[in-house]
């Protein structure tokens, strides 16, 4: 029964076969036309279809897709993958005990489920909040004046980020992506990001924050096709530091954006309880 529920989750869980976990490759030397184009409002174009290489969200210190992480568990391998937190130097999260207690709890919940709350977010087609789905799936970027959006393949969910120095939401208001706010050092898109309701998790396997979190994001665009994108999270309520994590992200050519919903009638979360099946 336990490899059925394993099996029911990879399914869920499931990518590209072109996305399988494999070493991320090393940046390519900067391209010819770099620096870019600037558009009217002055901001870098940057604009098309982005991806990290490897992606998948069974762990933030052990990166891999729903797709390895199975065959490493049939083949009774164990596989190490670099680790996406590159601050603190361990690579790993620096929770407080309660909240390492925790997560551990949520890690054991979601191998064996019994009830919903132990179902991964996303997998019961709730959003992937922030900074979840630049880690996770395949996302255009669109530069209106003024601003730039981010629209992701995963529900079509999307962010907009302003960067006419605003302030932020007052502190009452919570959103799943949070409230966001640009500016632009050279070609790095620097991002502060509040207000979240930290309803998502970070990974499959229960890392989390709470609503008291804050993020900087840095999105360095090395040249055309090549970007690092790197997010400190601070919440002292959770983590006895800010810490650090950094994806590699390649732009690749230009199609379509899939189709990628949740629908009315979805079984999904269901069949990966285990409940009274033990």
Known sequence: MRSLVILAIVLALAVPASSQQRPAPNPAAPAAQWPPARLPDGQPDVQGLWRPPVNGTQSLTNPMTGEAEFVARIQGVQLRAPSRIIDPPNGLIPYQPWAAARQAQQARDWEYPTRIEHIDTQNRCLLGGAPRPFYNTRFRILQ???????????????????????????????????????????????????????????????????????????????????????????????????????????????????????????????????????
């Open 144 to 278: 209106p004046d003024g601003m730039i959006v981010f629209v992701w393949d995963d529900y079509h969910s999307f962010r907009v980020v302003p960067l006419d120095g605003r302030p932020h939401l007052g502190r009452d208001v919570k959103l799943w992506m949070g409230d966001s706010r640009g500016r632009w050092e050279g070609t790095t898109l620097v991002v502060d990001v509040t207000n979240l309701n930290a309803k998502f998790r970070l990974s499959v396997v229960g890392d989390f924050f709470t609503d008291n979190a804050h993020l900087v994001e840095r999105l360095t665009f090395v040249d055309a096709t090549t970007m690092n994108y790197e997010v400190t999270i601070d919440d002292p309520s959770v983590f006895t530091r800010p810490w650090t994590m950094r994806v590699l992200e390649r732009k690749g050519p230009e199609d379509e954006v899939q189709e990628f919903a949740c629908h009315e009638g979805d079984r999904t979360s269901d069949t990966m309880l285990i409940g009274d099946k033990k």
